[in-house]
């Protein structure tokens, strides 16, 4: 997030996209809910009808994966309404003429015609947008989740450069993370291509800083795979081994038939993880190890904050901590790795990372700090870009339109879209062990809407089949005001009924992240009625 999620409820404007934001962030859609009370304008833009319509000057339902043609309507209204930031354009952006051509095309009507949005509609957001001092766009993996997912991203970051909307109170391009501390994760290098604070593996002086602070030599330049590459690979027999750490594939990859089948060729899976998932119960090796609520140490969320977590509760008897498991391999290997705890740790965490280097564990005692904090006596960043963009000058994108991987078609006529509950988290592994969560969302279900159900003659609570290319599955129907003819939700959490047994396994060529957001589906009355 370029801004603070506190920061969201002192918009004037806020657009949000790609997020069903008051099931997946419950707390953070209050201060959203908060921002219109105090009367903000609220846009929601989503092909589903979520909750958060509720609170919205006005919904607007996109096609889904036809986002980029509507953030290009948009600017083209506000550039042919002269509505743009001409003062922020010439000082902090570059590429601007190219932009301009770009988006030329995409007149209010054409947009409608592609996405469905009313051209009325797409003119009434873009003017209160621009026209706003403070305006925020918040996303979440709605908009990433395509095979266009990088540019959805870079289109927003154009939309907000557009109107001067960032490096300032109230604006900002704000993505919500999915899970706690993926932002931690990335920021530590949990990413094939860099080490922490993003610094890219084959940078010649980002390995030698680490060669030193580690006195070795040869780390590699070679940047790693991503996760749905190894999946491939493996497929292929060229990737022979995986350590899977607090993940659970065999139920969020895509085309799970298929990652079942790579996993299985595999010469050594280990899996490391608190419970024994649907992975774990086809690894070779499962080494048992801590919830974050039996140990140390810290979290960085959304908004880039680093924050203590502290011990919650006694641990087991048998499973060690995350750390200890890994070290203990590493020395194994012939890399002897020897700590006393998360506090060591951090230390070396922010002597080699230079977005953290003032962060130390004491000064986060009692309240987080925003990277970068360059040295101990910086007080922290909330707000991102506010001289000026990490590159220098922010660089407009021309990107056009790109429709999805896999559009409707006689046979299959219905689009799917994956996503999450209020209920449970990510695949289940801690939500589905409590039984109170379990008997608020037993099991899975397939929200229609009533027209669809209707013409396919099915019943609210009866079972119906949804099949894609890739394979099958069983679920309840849930007609529901949510949805949208012609679109279908599952969420994905249930591996008794895995939606991404349904899901294409197509990826964003830069982010390499599958297109889990649009597949084509038919829905039958099952075979066995």
Same mark, same amino acid.
């Given at each position: 997030?370029?801004?603070?999620?506190?920061?969201?409820?002192? +918009?004037?404007?806020?657009?949000?996209?790609?997020?069903?934001?008051?099931?997946?962030?419950?707390?953070?859609?209050?201060?959203?809910?908060?921002?219109?009370?105090?009367?903000?304008?609220?846009?929601?833009?989503?092909?589903?009808?979520?909750?958060?319509?509720?609170?919205?000057?006005?919904?607007? #339902?996109? /096609?889904?994966? *036809?986002d980029i043609s509507w953030i290009n309507g948009m600017m083209r209204v506000i550039l042919k309404e002269d509505l743009h930031d001409k003062?922020?354009? $010439?000082?902090?952006?570059?590429?601007?003429?190219?932009?301009?051509? %770009?988006?030329?095309?995409?007149?209010?009507?054409?947009? /409608?015609?592609?996405?469905?949005?009313?051209?009325?509609?797409?003119?009434?957001?873009?003017?209160?947008? +621009?026209?706003?001092?403070?305006?925020?766009?918040?996303?979440?993996?709605?908009?990433?989740?395509?095979?266009?997912? @990088?540019?959805?991203?870079?289109?927003?970051?154009?939309?907000?450069?557009?109107?001067?909307?960032?490096?300032?109170?109230?604006?900002?391009?704000?993505?919500? *993370?999915?899970?706690?501390?993926?932002?931690?994760?990335?920021?530590?290098?949990?990413?094939?291509?860099?080490?922490?604070?993003?610094?890219?593996?084959? &940078?010649?002086?980002?390995?030698?800083?680490?060669?030193?602070?580690? &006195?070795?030599?040869?780390?590699?330049?070679?940047?790693?795979?991503?996760?749905?590459?190894?999946?491939?690979?493996?497929?292929?027999?060229?990737?022979?081994?995986?350590?899977?750490?607090?993940?659970?594939?065999?139920?969020?990859?895509?085309?799970?038939?298929?990652?079942?089948?790579?996993?299985?060729?595999?010469?050594?899976?280990?899996?490391?993880?608190?419970?024994?998932? $649907?992975?774990?119960?086809?690894? &070779?090796?499962?080494?048992?190890?801590?919830?974050? %609520?039996?140990?140390?140490?810290?979290?960085?969320?959304?908004? !880039? #904050?680093?924050? !203590?977590? !502290?011990? +919650?509760?006694?641990?087991?008897?048998?499973?060690?901590?995350?750390?200890?498991?890994?070290?203990?391999?590493?020395?194994?290997?012939?890399?002897?790795?020897?700590?006393?705890?998360?506090?060591?740790?951090? $230390?070396?965490?922010?002597?080699?990372?230079?977005?953290?280097?003032?962060? @130390?564990?004491? *000064?986060?005692?009692?309240?987080?700090?925003?990277?970068?904090?360059? $040295?101990?006596?910086?007080?922290?960043?909330?707000?991102?870009?506010?001289? =000026?963009?990490?590159?220098?000058?922010?660089?407009?994108?021309?990107?056009?339109?790109?429709?999805?991987?896999?559009?409707?078609?006689?046979?299959?006529?219905?689009?799917?879209?994956?996503?999450?509950?209020?209920?449970?988290?990510?695949?289940?592994?801690?939500?589905?062990? @409590?039984?109170?969560?379990?008997?608020?969302?037993?099991?899975?279900?397939?929200?229609?809407?009533?027209?669809?159900? =209707?013409?396919?003659?099915?019943?609210?609570?009866?079972?119906?089949?949804?099949?894609?290319?890739?394979?099958?599955?069983?679920?309840?129907?849930?007609v529901s005001p949510k949805a949208v003819d012609g679109t279908v939700f599952i969420p994905f959490h249930f591996a008794s009924a895995a939606?991404? @047994?349904?899901?294409? +396994?197509?990826?964003?060529?830069?982010a390499k992240i599958p297109e889990f957001k649009v597949c084509a589906i038919k829905l039958e009355q099952p075979a066995t009625a």
């Open positions: 997030m370029t801004n603070t999620i506190a920061d969201i409820e002192t +918009a004037d404007v806020i657009i949000v996209t790609g997020s069903n934001t008051t099931e997946n962030h419950p707390v953070l859609s209050s201060f959203m809910k908060r921002a219109t009370k105090r009367g903000a304008k609220l846009y929601v833009i989503e092909p589903r009808k979520i909750k958060l319509t509720e609170y919205a000057t006005k919904w607007l #339902r996109q /096609e889904p994966g *036809r003062a922020f354009i $010439e000082k902090r952006t570059e590429n601007f003429e190219a932009l301009k051509e %770009a988006v030329e095309p995409y007149t209010p009507e054409f947009v /409608e015609s592609i996405t469905g949005i009313k051209a009325d509609d797409l003119i009434e957001v873009a003017r209160e947008f +621009a026209k706003a001092d403070a305006a925020t766009l918040c996303y979440c993996m709605g908009i990433t989740q395509h095979i266009c997912g @990088t540019d959805n991203v870079k289109s927003l970051a154009n939309l907000s450069m557009l109107c001067g909307h960032l490096g300032k109170p109230g604006g900002g391009v704000n993505p919500l *993370r999915g899970q706690n501390n993926v932002q931690g994760a990335c920021d530590m290098g949990g990413l094939p291509n860099v080490f922490t604070a993003y610094q890219k593996v084959d &940078d010649d002086k980002a390995r030698n800083s680490y060669e030193q602070a580690w &006195d070795i030599t040869g780390l590699s330049g070679t940047p790693g795979l991503p996760v749905t590459e190894m999946i491939d690979k493996a497929y292929k027999g060229e990737f022979k081994s995986l350590f899977i750490i607090g993940e659970n594939p065999l139920v969020s990859d895509p085309d799970l038939n298929h990652a079942r089948k790579a996993m299985e060729k595999l010469e050594l899976m280990v899996v490391q993880d608190i419970f024994l998932t $649907e992975t774990a119960q086809i690894a &070779d090796v499962v080494l048992p190890s801590l919830c974050f %609520a039996e140990k140390n140490g810290t979290f960085t969320n959304s908004e !880039r #904050r680093i924050q !203590r977590v !502290r011990k +919650a509760v006694e641990p087991p008897e048998g499973p060690w901590e995350d750390w200890k498991i890994i070290t203990a391999i590493a020395s194994k290997m012939g890399v002897p790795m020897d700590y006393e705890g998360p506090e060591q740790i951090f $230390e070396e965490i922010r002597q080699v990372t230079p977005s953290y280097r003032g962060v @130390t564990w004491e *000064r986060i005692e009692h309240l987080g700090i925003h990277w970068p904090c360059p $040295e101990t006596s910086h007080e922290g960043t909330p707000i991102l870009h506010t001289m =000026q963009f990490t590159r220098g000058k922010g660089l407009f994108h021309a990107i056009s339109h790109v429709i999805p991987a896999e559009t409707p078609d006689e046979e299959y006529p219905y689009i799917l879209t994956t996503g999450r509950i209020l209920y449970h988290y990510h695949t289940g592994t801690m939500t589905m062990k @409590t039984s109170g969560l379990n008997m608020l969302a037993p099991e899975c279900f397939v929200e229609i809407s009533s027209n669809d159900a =209707q013409k396919l003659n099915l019943e609210d609570g009866s079972m119906v089949d949804v099949s894609s290319r890739r394979g099958t599955i069983q679920a309840k129907v849930e939606a991404n @047994t349904l899901t294409n +396994a197509k990826l964003d060529p830069t």
